[in-house]
């Protein structure tokens, strides 16, 4: 009888240690939305969010501290970790979380609305 078991937990260790990589490797995943042709002009910012509820309870909009007011954005990313997924799976959704970053668009000078050229809309 001991023997059986240890052949058992040498087949569990072996299929853990050869599965294990997979799952460590994989889970994380990233979004990334960037603006047409718009420079950045600020270091990247990050923020950590928290969806409740299958996204029924949704965190606070971000206002960007480190944007002028009335300047876009350059490019977002939504990313996560093999931790946070782990979180959302065993809470079945529940919680969810994920990381915000941005960067904030070059506002134009005056110099570079002149120097450019108008562009022809096609009718």
Not at 69 to 83: E, M
């Amino acid at each position: 009888m001991p023997r059986a078991s240890g052949a058992f937990f040498r087949a569990v260790t072996s299929f853990c240690l050869v599965v294990s990589p997979v799952f460590l490797n994989s889970g994380c995943y990233a979004y990334h939305i960037t603006a047409n042709r718009v420079p950045p002009s600020t270091e990247a910012r990050s923020q950590t969010q928290v969806a409740y509820a299958w996204g029924l309870a949704q965190p606070n909009d971000i206002i960007p501290p480190n944007c002028p007011k009335n300047v876009p954005l350059a490019d977002v990313t939504a990313h996560t970790n093999l931790g946070y997924v782990l979180v959302a799976t065993v809470t079945l959704g529940i919680v969810v979380i994920h990381e915000l970053e941005w960067r904030c668009a070059k506002i134009p000078s005056v110099v570079d609305m002149v120097l450019a050229p108008h562009s022809k809309q096609e009718g």
